[in-house]
């Protein structure tokens, strides 16, 4: 018989408000959600990788749709906790348990991470864990968010060491959401390249696929992977150091593009809004460059100088610190940037010593990224003179006659307040026209299919009359000369129909945006309007308007008698006043921020799905798209 004391039921207390709340431990309750609880597993894993015990991590989606997770480090400990309950009892049903989350020199606490295994065990079905260790082999479960089936018991020997954990999700909290193979296999590749000596096995049991991740390069091989099927100028660049305990390993390549790709880690966690290491990366590469450039007489005097502009044209680079728990400071909403101050001048210094000296034994590579260099601050030059003599008049007339045929501009000063609504189709933009908000929204529609940036060639898309449109109406300049505090608009909104044509339109633009205006994307400046899929009338009530399929069905269930239902095929099916009420009043609508979470693997999907190879992106489409989801298409 069990017997349930104060502790235990505090224990259970705590479980309990888990799964009242899972947002508040794990974000939400979506895919995203589903998959921090594998990260939650997968990092103690790779913690204890990281401190030295263990090579290995093999994750397996198993066909009852539980996940097993198993390393080979020490194991987790068996011995008895001083509350009487074995330790890996407590570690998977006591919130915030592990002092090994404070003990660890380099574990980062910021963010969601940490917040530990009892929060899987919480949400979870049901939870197997078997630990190799001491010459046992040793197995606890627990059913229902936490509940201990059977304690911890040996089940036999063992000479092996390691740490098996298996779940069931709570499927009933993770409503529609399901374990993805290339989300996992994704961040376990990432982390196969920040840690040289793992190796990472992925298999579905369902769909029989299996990769295995191990990089003896590391970072190298991380920046030839970003780079894979582009035109490089050179071998990577990898160069490291150390400094007051913060170790810096940093590898950079340049291509012939001019997208600029910059990923950071510290403590092998992703910063994605970047922070002071970044800052003295791209302050040691621009000194650099101006030092070498000076050095060789490619430029002169102050005016000469590169920015830092133009010496990132066309550069990917993976930064990667290791700093001490005590010098860890992580700034922003998400945490996802770095504050440290001594990891810019470290970073700085490392980068410029290290290139400083790589440029002068390598005299070639030198010489072809300075030429891109200088070419990029010619073109910056030659931008920033024609800005200046639009600005004062002269030159105003060619952009302003390629905007006036189309653009209906907002009467507005405040361009963070003002709105552009870039329309599929000359009739939609007609009715978005009659019916917007004259003050704050604009409204451009574009005809046709937009042309595919990723394929078309800089020349193409400079001739391009709706693209020309799109950057005028900004107003902010164009690819390394974009800048979003000059823009026209603080939200630019793509509002095309909802069927497969307006998808394509929106990914061509997404596309277009994402090589030319990233920093509108990074800004969270770019959305995507959603018009409703159908309108539903009952007796002589007010219309009714739903967005989706799902909530048609849902609104069935409720509904009785006779009722109209009009499935609108696109903008244009719907009258002027309806368009604006349900797809672009603020208030009413619902618009989707367009943001860019992973820049590497925007980089490579953009590259693989919008690019000229057709065989990858055949394979990829048909391995990550469900053909029975027709659903899929409109989101
Ligand atoms: C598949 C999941 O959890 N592995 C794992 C966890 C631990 C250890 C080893 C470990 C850590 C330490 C000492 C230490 C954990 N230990 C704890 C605690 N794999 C997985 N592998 N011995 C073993 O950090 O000192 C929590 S997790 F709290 F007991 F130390």
Not at 86 to 114: M, N
Not at 330 to 355: D, V
Not at 533 to 557: F, M, Q, V
Request: proline share 2%; hydrophobic share 35%.
């Amino acid at each position: 018989m069990t017997k349930y004391d104060a502790s235990s039921i505090k224990i259970l207390e705590g479980l309990e408000a888990v799964r009242k709340r899972p947002g508040m431990y794990i974000g939400s309750t979506d895919k995203r959600g589903l998959h921090h609880l594998v990260w939650e597993i997968v990092d103690n894993s790779i913690d204890e990788i990281i401190n030295g015990y263990g090579d290995t991590i093999k994750i397996t989606l198993n066909k009852d749709l539980s996940i097993t997770i198993s390393d080979n480090g020490r194991g987790v400990p068996i011995g008895m906790h001083a509350s009487g309950k074995s330790t890996p009892e407590v570690i998977y049903t006591v919130l915030h348990a592990g002092g090994k989350f404070e003990s660890s020199g380099y574990k980062v606490s910021g963010g969601l991470h940490g917040v530990g295994a009892s929060v899987v065990n919480a949400l979870s079905k049901r939870m197997d864990v078997t630990i190799y260790t001491d010459g046992k082999i040793s197995n606890i479960r627990f059913f229902d968010g936490g509940k201990v089936e059977s304690p911890l018991k040996t089940i036999g020997e063992t000479k092996k060491t390691g740490t098996t954990v298996t779940f069931l999700p709570d499927y009933e909290m993770f409503k529609n959401a399901s374990f993805s193979y290339t989300t996992i296999a994704e961040r376990m590749q990432e982390s196969a390249f920040l840690l040289p000596n793992l190796t990472v096995e992925i298999v579905d049991e369902e769909d029989n696929k299996t990769s295995k991740f191990h990089y003896e390069n590391g970072l190298i091989s991380f920046v030839d992977y970003i780079n894979e099927g582009k035109n490089t100028l050179h071998k990577v660049i990898n160069f490291n150091g150390s400094k007051n305990g913060i170790d810096v390993n940093i590898a950079m390549q340049y291509n012939d593009s001019y997208n600029e790709n910059i990923l950071s880690f510290v403590n092998n966690v992703k910063t994605g809004d970047g922070g002071s290491h970044e800052i003295g990366f791209k302050t040691g590469i621009t000194k650099a460059f101006n030092d070498y450039a000076k050095a060789n007489n490619l430029i002169k005097g102050k005016d000469g100088n590169l920015d830092g502009s133009d010496v990132r044209e066309g550069l990917s680079a993976v930064i990667s610190l290791k700093i001490p728990e005590n010098l860890l400071q992580f700034e922003g909403q998400t945490k996802g940037k770095l504050g440290t101050p001594e990891a810019r001048s470290i970073t700085e210094s490392i980068t410029y010593e290290s290139l400083k000296f790589f440029l002068e034994e390598n005299r070639e590579v030198a010489m072809a990224i300075l030429d891109k260099a200088l070419k990029s601050k010619v073109a910056r030059e030659a931008a920033r003179k024609a800005r200046e003599a639009a600005r004062k008049g002269t030159g105003k007339s060619n952009k302003e006659r390629v905007l006036s045929e189309k653009l209906t501009k907002a009467t507005g000063k405040d361009w963070k307040k003002n709105e552009l609504f870039l329309v599929e189709g000359d009739s939609a933009g007609g009715s978005a026209k009659t019916f917007r908000n004259r003050e704050t929204q604009a409204i451009l529609p574009l005809r046709g299919k937009v042309l595919n940036c990723e394929k078309a060639s800089n020349h193409d898309i400079e001739a391009n009359a709706e693209l020309k449109q799109i950057e005028y109406a900004i107003g902010a300049g164009l690819g390394a000369d974009f800048d979003p505090e000059e823009s026209n608009y603080g939200k630019v909104i793509i509002m095309t129909d909802a069927d497969v044509d307006g998808s394509h339109i929106q990914i061509l633009l997404i596309t277009f945006f994402y090589r030319f205006m990233r920093p509108l994307i990074e800004a969270g400046m770019l959305y995507i309007a959603t018009p409703p899929l159908y309108s539903l009338e009952i007796g002589n009530k007010d219309k009714e308007y739903i967005a989706t399929d799902e909530e048609l069905e849902e609104r069935k269930k409720t509904l009785k008698g006779n009722y109209k239902i009009q499935r609108f095929k696109g903008l244009g099916e719907m009258d002027a006043d309806e368009l604006y009420k349900t797809t672009m009043e603020p208030g009413n609508r619902r618009l989707w921020r367009v943001n860019l979470t992973d820049a590497a693997l925007a980089e490579k999907r953009i590259h693989l799905l919008m690019g000229d190879q057709v065989e990858p992106r055949k394979e990829w489409i048909n391995e990550n798209v469900d053909f029975t989801l027709e659903d899929d298409f409109r989101k």
